[in-house]
């Protein structure tokens, strides 16, 4: 027998991050399985750029880039980020989005590793991070860069002294498989390369220890797992022993030494600040800064066991389920080889996951045939999981899915 909804009642009774879940917007009626591409609004927000655009920008105007510290957001909200991905305050700059802060960080990776031209990844990895591994093969040409490409499971073995940087992400976007990122990250190390990770589907769902396993350099966005808000600036990491080394190409006046100087000639700033090439969104920042808060005390560990708790709970109803065996788990079945989401295919994904959104459970659908759902433990309940299945279960028993408004596809899905 599955686990009853009373269970689930029960189970958010007990459950020790429940009272965060009051500090978001989240609307009446619906389940919310897609904080893992979106994170929902905190209450904070729109109270700090109320703040921000009545009682600064508004009343001070360029005045605020001293009085209100706008001009020092990004290294403070890396500060804050620092924690979320075990890493010291000043290994981390919010800056940018993902993609960019990946041109920067492999073109420095390069240049850390003269005389090595490999850029190792996997063609599962997210199309961003490859697409801007290949602007950079492009760019530098093929003497000096050539991004190879091997599958996930083969990335250690493909090691070797060609490699100058191994970039990975951490969760995989598609099967919510989580990478070994201690033991990649030596075996990077003992060829004399380094590491970049990708840790959008990490930061905030599970503990990280960047400085414990001597990663190299890392990115990620604040717009999943940390709800930000959409486009969020995404942040940057150099561990602390590259900083001084670490030359980036978008060398703007915003990672300058002294950017007030207006000298003609570029000079890096000393700390992790070098990362920075433009002026930074300040309402993106404070809106992704009040976000952050919502962090303080909250235990990671308790975050990742809620995590695969909800995911287990999931799976289990979903597999008890006999209207629901044509679902084939795409995500790994041993919960500690996971992140924070589950994957199932079926040949009509896509008319499911839109039947589902129109019955107020939000998951997503990643071609070619994926159903996603992510769990956000601050905000997602068991009884929200359960009934989530539930709907699910009534969309496939009732043929919903089959009606015709479902099967068009939108251009984000
Ligand atoms: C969401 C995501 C991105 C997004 O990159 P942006 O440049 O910030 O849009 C990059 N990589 C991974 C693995 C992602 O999941």
Redesign the pocket.
Known sequence: MSTSRAVCVALDAEDPLKDCRSSFVLPEGVIYLDGNSLGALPKAVPAALKTLTEQEWGRDLIGGWNQHGWIDLGREVGAKLAPLLGARAEEVIAAD???VNLFKLLAAALRLRPGRRVILSSAEN?P??LYVAQGLEALLERSRCELKLVPEAQLAGALDDSVAVLMA?HVN?RSGRLLDMAGLTSAAHEVGALVLW?L??SAGALPLALDELAVDLAVG?GY?YLNGGPGAP?YAYVAARHLDALEQPLSGWMGHADPFAFSPSYEPAPGIERLQAGTPSVLAMRALSAALDLWKGVDMARVRAKSLALAALFLELVESSSALADLELRSPRAADERGSQLSFAHAEGYAMVQALIAEGVIGDFRAPDLLRFGFTPLYLRYVDVWDAVAGLERIVVEGRHREPQFQKRARVT
Do not use: E, G, L, W
Request: charged share 20%; aromatic share 14%.
């Open positions: 989005s993902i993609s997210f961003t991070d992400t976007f990708d959008a589907h966005c999943k995404a």
